[in-house]
C-alpha cells in the first residue's frame, strides 16, 4: 500500500512539475550601445543550472510558474535582476561595470589530502597545499609594459621622396583605450598606436576585381588640424572570402593558465572568448587546446569542429595556478600544429595570454626567435590579449608581428564577438602575407610628407625588393587604411626645418608633372608563395574640398586626431576633442554593430577625462 501510495505521489509530482513551467525568451544588449551581448549567463533564483545568450543575445529558458526572479550574468557587466510573473518575453539591457581591481592575500595555510589520480595541465589544477585567503584590499602595482614610440616627422619630398613601411592589421591597441577610458583614466602614450585605431573599423572600400587579393582607393583633402596642409588616405582592401568557401583549419589553442591570469577579466573571459569560436567551427575544422603554468601540457587532442561540446568541455574545465612557462607551451603548440598539418589549409596557433612570461624561454629576442623559425613551417600565430595591471603589450605585439599572425586584446564579451564572431574569416585566414607599401611623392606638389603611426613597421625602402624582408597579413575581408599628412609645394610649416638646397640633385620647378602626386606600389605574396607579386599605381593630384570626401576619409580622420590627442602629440597643431565629436557624428555612415557610436562615447570620455587632468595639475602647480 506505502509502495501505490509513493509511485501516486511521484506521478502527480511528475504531472505538476509538467504543468508548472513555462518558457521564457529574450534579448540581451548593452545599455550604452544597444548591440547585442553574448555569453550572458541567465538563470532563476534557487535554480541549479542556467543558459547562456547566444551570438545574436538571445536566451531560452525554462522557468517555473508563478512570480520568479531572473538573474543575468557578464563579465564587465553589472548583474542585473528582473522579477516576472507572467511574462514570456523579457528583453534585458547590462550596464558596464567598472571596478576597482583588488587582490587576495595569503594569510595562512594548511596540508590536505590530496587524490593521487593525475590531471592534464590547467584542468581543474590544485596544489597539494590548502591556502587560507582573506580578501584585503592592498595597493595593485602597474606593471604593463609598452614598447616606445618615437613618431616620424615630416620628410622633405625633394630630398627624401620615397617612403616604404609594412601593412598592419591589429587592431589590440584601440580595445586596450577603450579599457583604460572606460577603467577612468587616460591610456598611457605608448599604448597609443594610431594606426591600429584607424585599423579597428571597417571603411566600405571596393572589392578586388582583379587576379590581385587586394584593391586600393586613395582620397586627398584638406588637414582639419592643421590648416594650409592636406591628408591622404590610401585604403586597402583585401577579398572577402565566404565562411563556407574557406579552406579547413587547422587550430590550437594555447591558453594561459598561470595565477596572472586568475582575474574575471582573463582566463573566465578567455574561456568564454574561445567557446564564440567554436561555435563558428565547421566539421572539416580541427581544434587541439595545449595549457601552460608551471609547464605547458595537452589537455584535448586534435578534434572535429562537428563535436563542439567536447571542445566546450574541455574549456570549461580550466582552472588557472602557477608561474608562467611561456615559452615551453608555444613550442608545445606548435608541435601539435605541425602534427595535424592540414596542406593548402590553415594552421594556426591562436595565443591567450597576458603576455606575463617568466619561467624558461621569456624575453622579447628569444620568443622572437623562437616564433620567426616556427613560422617557417607554415604554421601562423595568432595573439589574444587580456586583463590589466601586469599586461604585457610589447611582448604579444612582437610575437604577432613575427608569427604571421593577427594581435587583438580582448576586453569585454562584445569584443569577443567581433574577433571571433563577425570578422572570423579575416581573424583565421590569410589571403595576403608579406604585404608592402611603397609611395614615390611627386616634389612638383609634395614639399613634405608625415606618415602617420605606424612607427614600428617602417622599413627601409630596399627592403621592399627583399622577398625574406617580413611584413604584414591581411586576413579575408581585412581592411587597412595609411594617412598622410602632406606639406603642399609653395607653402610654408613650422614642421620643416630650413636646409640648404642640394648642390647636385635636379631641382623640382613649378614646370614639373603637376598631374601626378605620387607614384604608389605594393609588393605582396599569396599565402603559400615566398615570391612577391607587384601592384602600380600613379596618383594623380585631384583634392576634394572636405564635404565631398566620403564618410569613410572624415571617420578615419577623426580617430587619426583623437589618437594625436591622446598622444599629445607634437604634430596635433588645432586638434580639439570637440572637433573629433563633430567630425564622427558628421560620419557616421552604416554603423550596424555601433562601434563608431562606440567611438563618439570614448571620445566625450577622454575629454572629460582630459580636463580633469588639466585642472589636477594646475592645482598641483600652486
Known amino acids: 500500500m506505502r509502495t501505490i501510495f509513493s509511485f501516486l505521489m511521484l506521478g502527480l509530482l511528475f504531472v505538476s512539475t509538467v504543468r508548472s513551467s513555462r518558457t521564457i525568451t529574450g534579448r540581451v544588449t548593452d545599455a550604452l550601445t544597444n548591440q547585442p551581448l553574448p555569453g550572458v549567463n541567465v538563470a532563476f533564483r534557487g535554480a541549479l543550472a542556467g543558459t547562456t545568450t547566444n551570438a545574436d543575445g538571445c536566451y531560452t529558458i525554462a522557468v517555473p510558474d508563478g512570480p520568479q526572479l531572473l538573474i543575468f550574468n557578464a563579465i564587465g557587466f553589472q548583474r542585473a535582476e528582473v522579477k516576472i510573473t507572467t511574462q514570456t518575453v523579457v528583453d534585458v539591457k547590462l550596464n558596464t561595470d567598472v571596478r576597482v581591481l583588488q587582490e587576495s592575500v595569503v594569510v595562512g595555510y594548511g596540508t590536505v589530502h590530496q587524490p593521487s589520480m593525475p590531471r592534464p595541465m ?31 616627422g615630416f620628410r622633405m619630398a625633394q630630398s627624401q621622396p620615397v617612403t616604404t613601411f609594412s601593412v598592419d592589421v591589429d587592431r589590440a591597441a584601440y580595445g586596450n583605450i577603450r579599457r583604460f577610458l572606460n577603467g577612468g583614466n587616460l591610456p598611457p602614450k605608448d599604448a ?32 582639419p588640424w592643421n590648416p594650409g ?33 586568475e582575474a574575471d577579466n582573463k582566463l573566465p573571459l578567455v574561456k568564454t572568448a574561445l567557446g564564440l569560436l567554436v561555435d563558428q567551427l565547421r566539421p572539416q575544422d580541427r581544434v587541439a587546446i595545449v595549457v601552460y603554468a608551471g609547464a605547458a601540457g595537452l589537455v584535448l ?59 624558461g624561454v621569456s624575453s622579447d629576442s628569444d620568443l622572437q ?9 607554415g604554421v601562423f600565430l595568432s595573439v589574444l590579449g587580456f586583463g590589466m595591471g601586469n599586461y604585457k603589450d610589447n611582448k604579444l605585439e612582437v610575437l604577432s608581428d613575427k608569427g604571421n599572425g593577427n ?11 567581433k574577433v571571433f564572431g ?33 612607427e614600428n613597421r617602417m622599413l627601409n625602402n630596399e627592403d621592399f625588393h627583399d622577398d625574406k624582408k617580413d611584413a604584414g597579413e591581411m586576413g579575408s575581408g581585412h581592411t587597412v587604411t595609411a594617412l598622410y599628412e602632406i606639406i603642399p609645394a609653395g607653402v610654408e610649416s613650422r614642421y620643416l626645418q630650413k636646409v640648404d638646397p642640394l648642390k647636385y640633385q635636379r631641382q623640382a620647378t613649378s614646370t614639373g608633372n603637376q598631374t601626378e602626386l605620387l607614384t604608389l606600389k605594393i609588393r605582396y605574396k599569396k599565402p603559400d608563395d615566398e615570391t612577391s607579386q607587384l601592384i602600380k599605381q600613379v596618383v594623380t ?36 576633442y570637440n572637433q573629433v565629436e563633430t567630425l564622427a557624428k558628421q560620419a557616421l555612415g552604416r554603423d550596424p554593430e555601433g562601434y563608431r557610436s562606440e567611438f563618439i562615447r570614448l571620445v566625450k570620455l577622454a575629454h572629460s577625462l582630459s580636463n580633469g587632468s588639466e585642472v589636477a595639475k594646475k592645482t598641483a602647480e600652486k
Not at 590544485?126 to 618615437?150: C, L
Not at 563535436?307 to 608545445?332: C, F, M, N, V, Y
Not at 594581435?407 to 564577438?417: G, R, T
Open 192 to 223: 597609443v598606436r594610431i594606426e591600429e585605431m584607424v585599423n579597428y573599423f571597417e571603411y566600405d572600400d571596393p572589392q578586388p576585381t582583379g587576379t590581385d587579393p587586394v584593391a586600393v582607393k586613395t582620397e586627398l583633402s584638406d588637414s
Open 407 to 417: 594581435y587583438a586584446y580582448i576586453d569585454n564579451l562584445q569584443e569577443a564577438q
Open 541 to 576: 593630384y585631384q583634392p576634394q574640398t572636405w564635404d565631398k570626401t566620403s564618410a569613410d576619409f572624415r571617420f578615419s580622420a577623426s580617430v587619426a586626431e583623437f589618437g594625436l590627442l591622446l598622444r599629445d602629440s607634437e604634430f596635433k597643431g588645432n586638434a580639439q
Open 122 to 152: 590547467g584542468v581543474g589544477m590544485r596544489s597539494a597545499t590548502s591556502y587560507a585567503v582573506e580578501h584585503v584590499v592592498v595597493p595593485v602595482f602597474n606593471t604593463e609594459d609598452y614598447s616606445k614610440i618615437d613618431e616620424t
Open 369 to 377: 626567435r623562437l616564433v620567426e623559425e616556427k613560422r617557417k613551417t
Open 301 to 359: 587532442p586534435s578534434t572535429p569542429g562537428n563535436e563542439p561540446q567536447k571542445i566546450k568541455d574541455a574549456i570549461s574545465q580550466l582552472s588557472a595556478g602557477g608561474s608562467t612557462a611561456g615559452g615551453e607551451g608555444i613550442r608545445l603548440a606548435y608541435q601539435v600544429a605541425q602534427e595535424n598539418f592540414r596542406k593548402d589549409g590553415n594552421n594556426r596557433v591562436i595565443l591567450a595570454t597576458d603576455g606575463d612570461f617568466n619561467v
Open 422 to 454: 563577425k570578422e572570423f574569416g579575416g581573424t583565421l585566414f590569410t589571403v595576403a602575407k608579406d604585404v608592402k607599401l611603397q609611395l614615390e611623392f611627386n616634389p612638383a606638389r609634395v614639399q613634405g610628407y608625415r606618415l602617420i603611426g605606424y
Open 229 to 261: 596642409l592636406q591628408l591622404l588616405r590610401i585604403g586597402l582592401q583585401a577579398k572577402s572570402i565566404p565562411t563556407g568557401n574557406l579552406p579547413a583549419s587547422n587550430l590550437v589553442f594555447l591558453i594561459d593558465v598561470s595565477g596572472s591570469m
